[in-house]
């Protein structure tokens, strides 16, 4: 066993878990998390145990919400499972890592730039692994922003920041309630949208990529969701030559975006 070579020498203290909490980006406990509204930390989502009625958490869901905070209901085994202290009582908030910008700011950067906008919008991708990798390869080819829904989906955690290498830090990410909603609008600021499909009608190297226009990536079991498919104006297809049918979500977003890089050399 090596002997520390200085005595007098302290060694580091061992971190205990709940030092690592807010690394983790998680923030438990109703006075931690009522203090951490209060101080206007960026906070992406409030879990809170269905069925609790209580004064506290009536008070953290109420003030969360009007700041347009997603809450949502979780049982006691989920909160357990994302608890780092063992004492959340009954909530827990995620941080986010960075503050989420407008749909605004994301085709004014464009604009600055003097560059045909280049969006990619993810549809409910759940697993923040997936929606990191997106984030590192938009950052990577040039785009302008991503755009997330305000639920069923993953948000700017510490774990999204962590696997886009840092990404987060440098591309702008949007995130709104109604996708079809916000489709619409892109479509009427001149954007065209290609959906990414596995039973898309367009072949990849078919897709006009060089003028403005919006990637949609699909959630990892499902696709695209109805609305958001029948508001794209092309359904892409990758050539698939082997024998499965299917890409990982963040694979085809790099595939796409890379074409699109490609196109608007």
């Not at 045909?116 to 997936?130: G, K």
């Not at 290609?194 to 499902?222: C, N, Q, R, W």
């Amino acid at each position: 066993m090596k002997q520390n070579p200085n005595p007098k020498e302290k060694r580091p203290r061992p971190t205990r878990e709940r030092d690592e909490a807010p690394a983790d980006g998680i923030i438990e406990g109703r006075n931690a998390v009522i203090e951490a509204l209060r101080a206007g930390t960026n906070i992406d989502k409030i879990f809170i145990m269905k069925g609790e009625v209580d004064t506290a958490l009536g008070h953290i869901a109420s003030t969360a919400r009007s700041r347009g905070i997603v809450v949502a209901d979780a049982d006691k085994r989920k909160l357990d499972g994302m608890s780092r202290t063992h004492a959340h009582q009954g909530v827990i908030a995620v941080a986010a890592v960075r503050e989420y910008v407008s749909i605004e700011d994301i085709l004014q950067a464009a604009k600055d730039k003097g560059e045909p906008p280049l969006l990619v919008i993810c549809d409910e991708l759940s697993d923040p692994h997936n929606l990191g990798a997106v984030i590192r390869t938009a950052e990577c080819a040039g785009a302008h922003g991503v755009v997330i829904p305000k639920r069923r989906s993953a948000g700017l955690t510490a774990v999204v920041a962590k696997t886009s290498a840092g990404a987060v830090s440098h591309i702008p990410v949007a995130r709104v309630a109604n996708l079809p909603s916000l489709l619409k609008e892109l479509k009427k600021a001149g954007l065209w949208i290609f959906g990414s499909a596995a039973d898309g009608t367009t072949p990849l190297y078919d897709a006009d990529l060089k003028g403005p226009a919006a990637i949609v990536i699909g959630s990892e079991g499902e696709g695209m969701s109805r609305l958001v498919t029948e508001n794209c104006d092309f359904l892409v297809s990758i050539p698939m030559k082997g024998k499965l049918n299917s890409l990982n979500a963040s694979a085809a977003a790099a595939i796409l975006l890379y074409e699109a890089v490609r196109q608007r050399l």
